[in-house]
Antibody
Framework: EGQLVESGGGLVTPGGFLRLSCAAS????????MNWVRQAPGKGLEWVAF????????YYADSVKGRFTISRDNPKNSLLLEMSGLRTEDTAVYYC??????????????WGQGTLVSVSS | SSEVTQDPAVSVALGQTVRITCQGD??????VSWYQQKPGQAPRLVFF???NRPSGIPERFSGSSSGRTSSLTITGVQAEDEADYYC???????????FGGGTKLTVL
């Protein structure tokens, strides 16, 4: 079935940096495309970034492009999100998700529990 | 990028049938997926693609699509179905994923 566990969230000041990690287990991580999705407090879901199984295709939402970097380490079954130039509007719970399809389909069948990022002075 | 829109709230009586809709130009080209989210929990995939229900999702959840509108239908709504429901779709122009704003389902 699989499991995803995010970590690395916390409180950071505007303009700061944070690195989120997602540990995958009980499935063949290297064969799946992965994404980050976030949810601001009391708001809806927002897709953040996509990375293909082999890291050759990477996409970002316009709201984070140039500030966030998604990467993965297949031997370590790990997904990363490096966030720089953080803004108050980046405050959200960040979810790691698995994509079912061979492209950026949006079919997210496995989600982590989320990690909270708070950007405030 | 294209927008995907949902009605903010829908209510239904216990045991009745409810349809939650999702609209957007990209829906003409790509199938949506549907997520259920209860307070304090991560979203859960309940339906995706042309006709796919993940393992463990009750048969009362079904999906359909026509033109720029996709729908999630819950037949015989149960109290535990009260939740927020989100659709998402691949954007035809950017190839990014776009979520709808979500629909809060209240079971009366």
């Amino acid at each position: 079935e699989g499991q995803l566990v995010e970590s690395g969230g916390g409180l950071v000041t505007p303009g700061g940096f944070l690195r989120l990690s997602c540990a995958a287990s009980s499935f063949a991580f290297k064969t799946f495309n992965m994404n980050w999705v976030r949810q601001a407090p009391g708001k809806g879901l927002e897709w953040v970034a996509f990375i293909s199984d082999d890291s050759k295709k990477i996409y970002y939402a316009d709201s984070v492009k140039g500030r966030f970097t998604i990467s993965r380490d297949n031997p370590k079954n790990s997904l990363l999100l490096e966030m720089s130039g953080l803004r108050t509007e980046d405050t959200a719970v960040y979810y790691c998700t698995r994509d079912l399809a061979a492209y950026n389909s949006g079919y997210f069948d496995l989600w982590g529990q989320g990690t909270l990022v708070s950007v405030s002075s | 990028s294209s927008e995907v829109t949902q009605d903010p709230a829908v209510s239904v009586a216990l045991g009745q049938t409810v349809r939650i809709t999702c609209q957007g130009d990209s829906l003409r080209n790509y199938y949506v997926s549907w997520y259920q989210q209860k307070p304090g929990q991560a979203p859960r995939l309940v339906f995706f693609g042309q006709n796919n229900r993940p393992s463990g999702i009750p048969e009362r959840f079904s999906g359909s699509s026509s033109g720029r509108t996709s729908s999630l239908t819950i037949t015989g709504v149960q109290a535990e179905d009260e939740a927020d429901y989100y659709c998402n779709c691949r954007d035809s122009s950017t190839l990014h994923v776009v979520f709808g704003g979500g629909t809060k389902l209240t079971v009366l």
